[in-house]
């Protein structure tokens, strides 16, 4: 079993910053994909930002030049820095991690969710 830890989330002014972290911890022999997806009231959850084992990223349109994803695979830890933030970016933010396990199987495991509330 996977163990997902996030912090970072909270109320911050439009323009404003955060950083956003998720710690996996547990049974597993390699992570692979980590992401950062978010969901708003009444809409769909999302993928906003996307990082491979090997460093590859992906992002949202909505975000690209404004979010950062970075990982420091030593802490098996994921990072989302958010910059410029605009009230539309309020959501409640989600890391996903995928695993494989000492049998050599894909797991996929998601964390608590942190809320983002930017408002002035």
């Known amino acids: 079993q996977v163990q997902l830890v996030e912090s970072g989330g909270g109320l911050v002014q439009p323009g404003g910053s955060l950083r956003l972290s998720c710690a996996a911890s547990?049974?597993?022999?390699?992570?692979?994909?980590m992401d950062w997806y978010r969901q708003a009231p009444g809409k769909q959850r999302e993928l906003v930002a996307g990082?491979?084992?090997?460093?590859?990223?992906d992002y949202a349109d909505s975000v690209k030049g404004r979010f950062t994803i970075s990982r420091d695979n030593a802490k098996n830890t994921v990072y989302l820095q958010m910059n410029s933030l605009k009230p539309e970016d309020t959501a409640v933010y989600s890391c996903?991690?995928?695993?494989?396990?000492?049998?050599?199987?894909?797991?996929?495991?998601w964390g608590q969710g942190t809320q983002v509330n930017v408002s002035s």
């Open positions: 996903n991690v995928h695993t494989i396990d000492g049998l050599g199987h894909r797991n996929d495991y």
């Open positions: 547990g049974s597993f022999v390699e992570i692979n994909a």
């Open positions: 990082m491979t084992s090997g460093g590859s990223t």
